[in-house]
């Protein structure tokens, strides 16, 4: 097998440029782990002064559908990447067009862009999801609610994240208030989980097919948004081994190239439901380059340019705690007591965007 | 005790820009621990495309003694820095006048900036270098080198790192012949030390006065210029105390803020002789990032932005190996050996130049 938008061996040599879609922290990230290993790094985003522009070496801002952009951004790197997975894929399109390698590809993206065909998606290679249902007129929402066992969430199939466009519900619903609460967009409903646990696998995997994985964390979220992941997991070493190999069994067949996380429930009688995955590098991974001898922005640069993947062994325990919104006013404070503090530099604080994060070590036990 | 360029107290905040006056490599890993912590960050050198500048937000490439130049960048920052000992003090004193504070100041850099000053300095503050003499002109060389007992190193006293500008002198020497070596510059000849080990002691030191030390490392010598650091140091605990406390001795005197490196011999005979000082990030430290909790970079940002300093504590054990001109050709063989790599983005190789480095880890035994 090979990539569709790339082929095997060193597309890059340090020194080289390689370029980032999207500037918001997980780009600056992976730009500052670029940098580590001697590369240029040029990004595209439509922000002005985002977060990865102001660490790159070159940055265009344009939109994604800016075709002279997208061009000049191509010619000027060797390989490209995504920093998030609602970049439209016609713009991963027309960079490989210009002759530009992407990584990962637009159909990794376009699985994970819809939520219906990302679930669908799972099926089809044999991984459980939660039930769900789909939901594309008003009409169809009691029905799908009551298909999936009469308790779930009701979220846009596209465009979503951290909780944004989801609404619980529960029993007889009154229909037309929870269209409203996903502005009449199309949906799904996914069943409700009474889990014990959420974990997620963060992988990274070459255009060889070699994967590596890091030790999985267990995530605890707050209204849709990862407040903190703890590592390792408490899982059984039975639910681990699983958890990795449903995440390889995603990987592997989208031909995947770069660093993937998927989210799992793990339900009270002990079955694994995929949750979501991620074609990018991901919060519940941003402990990885404190706790490991690799991290996964270094180990996302290296799998893209085609290098040897590094040793993602972890030599500490601990947790990381993301900062949203206020949270990161306490900067001074967070310096002060020990642990590792990683700030975004971004201009606006919102309620609950996230701001930055803090990961406390402790020796491994 | 205040320090001569600032005050104590949070000089600068998350989202403001700092400046770095240098373009090299050790500029550039400033410049990306500051870009972690949510600064932004200007640098200020004279050549183009230098490894900082390219992810820093802002450069201004100028002479260090181009008087627009340095106002502006003083203008643009909340605080500075500097990324090697050469950079002229009439360019800190500009940025100072500008009313920009500088860490460290202007004092510390002229210290170091003199071979002599700066063992005359170390004999004024109780701290003992090696035997050395002056030497201004060629008659001085063969009664310096008896002075200090017929063996040892002519250095010139200005500009000379990684070995550069020096030559061993044994017994009867020909004067005219080390003289022209040194290129008939001021110079000094050194003591040649026949010692057990080699060892450097870094630190940080705040503007209130608290120090915070990494454990030491052994460092290992080729033609003058480091080659490996081992670490933590084979020297028996009494060594490292002395060390430790003869570099605080030293960061005190200067009243010094930010990151300090000492390098010290211990002599057969158990005597522990101050070699020189660096007034920045040490390459002797480029394995802090790696195997500690917080790296030497990360934390000169911290004590030079006000901030309180991270923890030093060290989880891993290893070697810090620097990858010199053409060593860096291997780039490829040494991602795939599970070492960390760091490479610095220089455009020209040249022999015996700094490319880049590895640290290998091992569990803290």
Not at 137 to 147: F, K, R
Not at 276 to 283: S, T, Y
Request: hydrophobic fraction near 40%; proline fraction near 5%; include cysteine.
């Amino acid at each position: 097998m090979t990539s569709a938008s790339g082929t095997g061996g060193a597309l890059v040599k340090p020194g080289d440029a390689i370029g980032i879609l999207g500037g918001g922290q997980l780009g600056r990230m992976l730009a500052l782990a670029a940098a580590d290993l001697g590369l240029d790094v040029h990004t595209l985003a439509p922000e002005t002064d985002s977060p990865a522009s102001r660490v790159a070496r070159k940055t265009w801002v344009a939109a994604y559908d800016d075709a002279v952009a997208l061009k000049e951004f191509a010619a000027s790197v060797k390989v490209a990447t995504i920093e998030f997975e609602n970049i439209p894929t016609d713009a991963v399109d027309a960079i490989v067009a210009a002759g530009t390698p992407v990584r990962p590809d637009a159909r990794c993206l376009a699985v994970s862009q819809d939520r219906l065909a990302e679930k669908s998606y799972f099926r089809d290679i044999g991984i459980e999801p939660a039930a769900f249902a789909r939901v594309d007129t008003v009409d169809q929402i009691q029905p799908a609610l009551d298909s999936v066992g009469g308790s779930g969430v009701l979220k846009t199939r596209f465009s979503g994240y951290d909780g944004k466009g989801q609404v619980r519900l529960e029993g007889r619903v009154t229909a037309s208030a929870a269209w409203a609460s996903v502005e009449a967009q199309r949906s799904i409903i996914e069943a409700w989980i009474d889990h014990e646990r959420e974990l997620s696998v963060v992988l990274a995997r070459t255009a060889d097919g070699e994967v590596r994985f890091w030790d999985p964390p267990d995530n605890i979220h707050g209204k849709g948004v990862l407040r903190r992941s703890l590592f390792p997991s408490a899982a059984s070493p039975d639910v681990i081994e699983r958890a990795k190999s449903t995440a390889k069994t995603l990987a592997d067949s989208l031909d995947y190239v770069g660093v993937l996380a998927l989210e799992l429930f793990l339900t009270r009688d002990g079955r694994l439901l995929a949750n979501e995955f991620a074609p990018r590098v991901h919060n519940s991974g941003h402990w990885t380059p404190d706790a490991c001898i690799t991290g996964q922005f270094e180990q996302h640069i290296r799998a893209v340019c085609g290098w040897p993947l590094g040793d993602p062994a972890r030599h500490s325990d601990g947790e990381m705690i993301n900062l949203l919104g206020a949270e990161a006013n306490d900067w001074e404070k967070h310096l002060a007591d020990g642990a590792r503090v990683h700030l975004y530099g971004k201009r606006r604080t919102a309620d609950g965007r996230k701001m930055g994060h803090v990961v406390k070590l402790r020796p491994r036990g």
